[in-house]
């Protein structure tokens, strides 16, 4: 016979109390305690499962191929890190709408066009919905498989008999273990159904990929250990209401961190960008103050984006600053040099910082071109069109090192940008017609576009 006890667990991290808490001593979040039955057996040692393996000298290990079967995808591929690997675990999160079921609908469609076998896990549609996606995607084939299934005892059942070489989840919030007395969704179930798909994986070398939901700040809904568990974490930064999608690879272990895929939506489904730096700048403005172009690394990827500032007179007693697509600390950081190294009395404007595109990056290497902007859109003057910048800013007012800066600088000339404001570094290669312009602080960074005093 089984017993059961009541434990109060935090919806946010994962931290159980034996009582209701107001608020969560660990993350220190508000009214997230749920009550949750978990089951207690009296005969705890049948619980236990003792593997057979002994350790062994790591140069006995025999090590496996780097292995990868591309999706033919080649965004997606990018942010995998080359391919899909056996027996890796991804986790793919977004916004409702964003197109995470339909990325892996176009996936499995280009894997079965392969030979592979592919088993689709549905936990949120029928199998008439999921058949509906497949036929607007116009992905057909009998090596695609569709189960409706919640239980994970019934999922590993099927895994068992249809030998698939692929295995999709949608979702893991919606998977029920049944050991676990807790509602699906809760943090106990959502704990034990990613570590039964782990052991799955694992354990038959089999590459599962798990769709799951985000909260309203954006970060996947469920216990942080969700994504120390999994091989490869995937977030659609962008919401679903725009024409173009950004994928971003937060943790990879099978590639480059912060990697980023931008694709397309269309009637036939996501389809890649090649040149993104030509998607962000395409709808750019001509003759405007407050706007430069940033070049960027994601990744291992290079891109340009318009970085746009607009400096107006408050009537408040305090002052706005909003940020969009950016950190905003680093921002109110180079505000504040702007301020007390090159004379800038911002003290009595609202200030508005924006990455146009809804492109979101936390790269220090922003900072120059904010400040550029900030001092354009103070004094209304026009930065040339043909003015890429890129440099991180430091407290005391010097533009320091930044890395990839060969790249950043080819990609702003093949999209032939003709002025380059960058750290006083080494390049290796300077492209032709490209006018290289070193800086050493941010005051001369102003003075070379006609924005300050470099006495200051």
């Known amino acids: ?64 191929v780097d292995e990868r079967w591309p999706t033919n995808i080649v965004e997606f591929d990018r942010v995998l890190g080359g391919g899909i690997v056996r027996g890796s675990l991804v986790l793919i999160g ?64 099927a895994v068992e008999k249809t030998k698939p070489d692929i295995l999709i989840v949608d979702s893991i919030q919606t998977l029920y273990h049944p050991e676990v007395a807790s509602a699906p969704g809760s943090v106990s179930q959502v704990r034990e159904c990613a570590g039964h798909l782990m052991r799955l994986g694992k354990g038959s070398n089999l590459p599962i990929f798990i769709v799951g939901h985000v909260t309203k700040d954006g970060a996947i809904a469920g ?30 272990r099978f590639g480059a961190c912060n990697e980023i895929a931008v694709f397309t939506m269309k009637t036939e489904g996501l389809v890649g960008v090649e040149n993104p730096s030509s998607l962000f700048l395409s709808e750019r403005s001509e003759g405007v103050s407050g706007s430069i172009v940033a070049a960027t690394i994601e990744g291992t990827r290079p891109f340009l984006a318009e970085v746009q500032a607009l400096v107006t007179p408050s009537y408040l007693a305090m002052p706005r ?83 990839n800066i060969d790249h950043r600088v080819e990609e702003a000339a093949k999209l032939g940008f003709k002025k380059i404001i960058l750290p006083d570094q080494k390049i290796s290669r300077s492209p032709k017609d490209v006018c290289i312009v070193p800086v050493k602080t941010a005051q001369s960074a102003l003075a070379e576009i006609g924005l300050g005093d470099p006495a200051l």
């Open 94 to 157: 977004g916004e409702p709408g964003v197109g995470k079921s339909t990325l892996l609908m176009q996936a499995a469609g280009s894997l079965v066009a392969q030979g592979r076998k592919v088993l689709i896990v549905t936990g949120e549609e029928s199998v008439q919905q999921v058949k509906l996606r497949a036929d607007r995607l116009k992905v057909k084939s009998k090596n695609l498989l569709v189960l409706a299934e919640i239980a994970t005892d019934k999922i590993q059942l």
């Open 1 to 64: 016979m089984s017993k059961a006890r009541v434990v109060w667990s935090c919806q946010e991290c994962g931290s159980t109390a034996p009582q209701w808490l107001g608020r969560c001593p660990d993350c220190q979040k508000f009214n997230t305690f749920v009550e949750e039955k978990v089951r207690r057996d009296e005969d705890t040692t049948s619980r236990w499962i003792f593997s057979s393996n002994e350790p062994q000298s790591l140069e006995e290990v025999e090590a496996l």
């Open 321 to 403: 600053r909003l940020t969009s697509g950016i950190e905003h600390n680093r921002a109110m950081i180079t505000l504040a040099v702007l301020e007390r190294r090159a004379g800038l009395r911002l003290n009595k404007a609202d200030v508005y910082i924006n990455v146009a595109g809804g492109v979101k990056t936390k790269e220090p290497a922003l900072d120059l071109p904010i400040a550029l902007a900030l001092a354009s859109a103070a004094k209304d003057k026009v930065i040339d069109s043909d003015v890429c910048a890129f440099g991180e800013i430091g407290l005391a007012g010097e533009v320091r090192f930044v890395s």
């Open 223 to 252: 216990p942080r250990l969700l994504e120390h568990m999994v091989d490869t974490v995937l977030y659609f930064d962008t919401e679903g209401q725009g024409s173009y999608r950004i994928v971003r690879a937060v943790k990879n």
